[in-house]
């Protein structure tokens, strides 16, 4: 519960929409295969309900690439690039190394030397190693991890999963509601 609570505090990147009711947060590395494979199911989800917010949670655990990935991803915050640079990392076939994270970077209108000089900016280690404490706290040990209300799915999950998911939480939070109306009166 204090981990999730934990979570809102972070400044992490997301996508969020104004009439949002539920927030969804993603553990993700972009050199996990399974993470790549579930974008386009987040991107399907949150096209389909515009009451959802989505945060993506750096957490590179597969390697050092992983890592100087998910700084540069950071620091491209500072450009207002960050959801167009994420998506562009998540589709690169293969490994995601430093000369693809680059190329990419420059392909969408980032400034490189900005982007080099803010990936070194204390804010971001920092940032890492907040997700790094939450992920440890939640005892999370792969990606992608979905964090939903106060409960967590490991692993991919497809566009049905999401939708039960999702109504399932909608469904207890009115519950919830009514219950405290209830108390009240």
Known sequence: QNAIRALEDIDNPGIYQKQANITIYEFFDYNCGYCKSVVKTIMDVLSEDKKINFVFVEFPILS???YIAAKAAIASKKQN???KFHLSLMKIKGRVDE???FNTAKKIGLNINQLKIDMNNPEVEHMLKKNREIAKLLNLNGT???VIGDIIYPGALNLNNFKKIIKKFRESWIVF???LKIDKN
């Open 64 to 66: 050092q690439q992983s």
């Open 81 to 83: 690039l960050y959801n």
């Open 177 to 179: 509601i009514i219950s």
């Open 144 to 146: 992608p991890a979905f």
């Open 99 to 101: 000369e693809k994270i």
